[in-house]
């Protein structure tokens, strides 16, 4: 199973952008889905997660602005990225985990923000 990450780019201060992540089959046992982000020399940082149940949660820097959701019909994993600030700016990569401790990740993304 791959995962592929989808929608970044560079985006002017207050835009917004829709990141995607799709899996390329089917993973058994998905217990939460999520989004983090890496910038050069620093470790990556949950920015959101959506559990099976539908539970949510979001670092808070991003709260408010950011919208993870699932499409469960197309195992996808939307992020949606709004109000978006210079800080914001990193590779986002997804993640699925399950129930038995496995973990999948996709290949990252590059989100760019200009002041």
Same mark, same amino acid.
């Given at each position: 199973?791959? %995962?592929? &990450?989808?929608? *970044?780019? %560079?985006?002017?201060?207050?835009? +917004?952008?829709? %990141?995607?992540?799709?899996?390329? =089959? +089917?993973i058994?046992?998905?217990? +939460?889905?999520a989004?983090? $982000?890496?910038?050069? *020399?620093?470790?990556?940082? %949950?920015? &959101?997660? @959506?559990?099976?149940? *539908?539970?949510?949660? #979001? &670092?808070?820097?991003?709260?408010? $602005?950011?919208? @993870?959701?699932?499409?469960?019909?197309?195992?996808?994993?939307?992020?949606?990225?709004?109000?978006?600030?210079?800080?914001d700016?990193?590779? #986002?990569?997804?993640?699925? &985990?399950? $129930?038995?401790? +496995?973990? #999948?990740? =996709?290949?990252?993304?590059q989100?760019?923000?200009?002041s």
């Open positions: 199973v791959q %995962l592929q &990450a989808s929608g *970044g780019g %560079l985006v002017q201060a207050g835009g +917004s952008l829709r %990141l995607s992540c799709a899996a390329s =089959g +089917s058994f046992g998905i217990s +939460s889905t989004w983090y $982000r890496q910038v050069p *020399g620093k470790q990556r940082d %949950l920015v &959101a997660e @959506i559990t099976s149940g *539908g539970s949510t949660r #979001y &670092a808070d820097s991003v709260k408010g $602005r950011f919208t @993870i959701s699932r499409d469960n019909a197309k195992n996808t994993v939307p992020l949606q990225m709004a109000s978006l600030k210079p800080e700016t990193g590779v #986002y990569y997804c993640k699925f &985990a399950t $129930r038995f401790g +496995s973990a #999948y990740w =996709g290949q990252g993304t989100v760019t923000v200009s």
